[in-house]
């Protein structure tokens, strides 16, 4: 699929090239699945297109290197595991230092394409403290024509001063409404379209996931289900229902940001937003309750991210409030 939604930030991005104002490095920050890679790839392949300064072409051999993610001048750093535990599904996944020092020799390496090089760091936050040094060091020295791109949920997760070398672009959740027009336009039914981009809230990269793969849209739908039906159950079934979820981290996060995209959807219709029809009925929530709600998600997935709380009893908190 090609870009949907950001006009204003693609907007700003080709503005940097037509003036020859291209940054050493941008950070892209906001929700997961929203886009910002594809913005990212997007913004390099204009940047080095051999026909164009407005759209890339898509069919010089500088597009056709890009789409295919094997240019030369291309770098595409993402968390892995450690060494020697690629099957380790749940390892520790990280940017570590070694592949910022290998991305520090291609960057400096010439080669005979005089088009910008490009590094994209997707899941920025992940690099470890010392990964962030030694990228710290590129960014301190920027050489000729290059360009890094951070990718991030949110840029208070790096340091200080990695952002302060950065230009920050934020991208935010899309209209489900134009997700579903981006999907009809690409040839997906009328219905299924209007469900997978409202079961996305606003997550392109999402509804295209559950287009492509039907089942992983029926697990986002139980997951919303879920939280309708706990709202109302004794809270035996809600501390059981926190057990079982706990130990399944991924799970875990994924219902936590389904959850708050609920709520916040439930408070936008109590503002008087059209209510959507996929929507299943709410509570008895006034308005107060919800806001307190969604503080009590927000502020319940930060702390399960960044210490070592439990994560069943700050479920447990979370499930007897709702
Ligand atoms: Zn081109």
């Known amino acids: 699929m090609r870009l949907v939604g950001h006009n204003k930030q693609w907007e700003f991005l080709k503005r940097c ?25 997007e913004f390099i392949k204009l940047l080095n297109c051999h026909h ?19 240019h030369p001048n291309l770098f595409i750093l993402k968390p892995e595991p450690p060494e020697g535990k690629e ?9 570590r230092i070694d592949k910022i020092t290998e991305l520090k020799s291609g960057l400096s390496l010439s080669t005979s394409d005089s088009g910008y090089k490009a590094a994209i760091i997707d899941g920025a936050e992940a690099m470890t403290y010392d990964a962030q040094g030694a990228l710290l060091k590129i960014l301190e020295e920027p050489r000729g024509k290059a360009v890094i791109i951070l990718i991030a ?15 920050l672009i934020r991208f935010d959740l899309l209209q489900p409404k134009h997700i579903e027009e981006s999907l009809i336009k690409n040839k997906v039914p009328v219905k299924l379209a209007e469900e997978v981009s409202w079961l996305s809230f606003g997550r392109p990269g999402l509804a295209m996931e559950y287009y492509r793969n039907p089942e992983t849209a029926e697990r986002q739908k ?89 994560p069943r009893l700050a479920l447990e908190v979370l499930l007897m409030k709702i």
Request: aromatic content about 8%; charged content about 25%; overall charge positive.
């Open 87 to 95: 099957d380790d599904a749940a390892g520790n996944l990280a940017v």
């Open 52 to 70: 164009s300064d407005t759209e890339s072409c898509g069919k010089c051999q500088s597009c056709h290197g890009f789409e295919s993610g094997v």
């Open 153 to 167: 949920e949110q840029a208070n997760q790096l340091l200080p001063t990695i952002v302060s070398r950065c230009q």
């Open 17 to 41: 090239i037509k003036n020859d104002r291209v940054a050493h490095a941008y950070l892209f920050y906001g929700p997961l699945n929203i886009g910002k890679r594809t913005v990212a790839m």
């Open 222 to 310: 139980r997951r919303i289900m879920e939280i309708v039906k706990l709202s109302k159950a004794p809270l035996s079934s809600r501390f059981r229902y926190a057990e079982a979820l706990s130990k399944d981290t991924r799970e875990m996060h994924c219902a936590l940001d389904v959850w708050l995209s609920y709520f916040r959807e439930l408070l936008l219709e109590g503002l008087g937003k059209e209510k959507n029809n996929f929507m299943p009925a709410k509570g008895n929530y006034s308005k107060t309750k919800i806001r307190s709600i969604i503080g009590l998600i927000e502020k319940i997935g930060f702390v399960i991210k960044t210490t070592n709380t439990n």
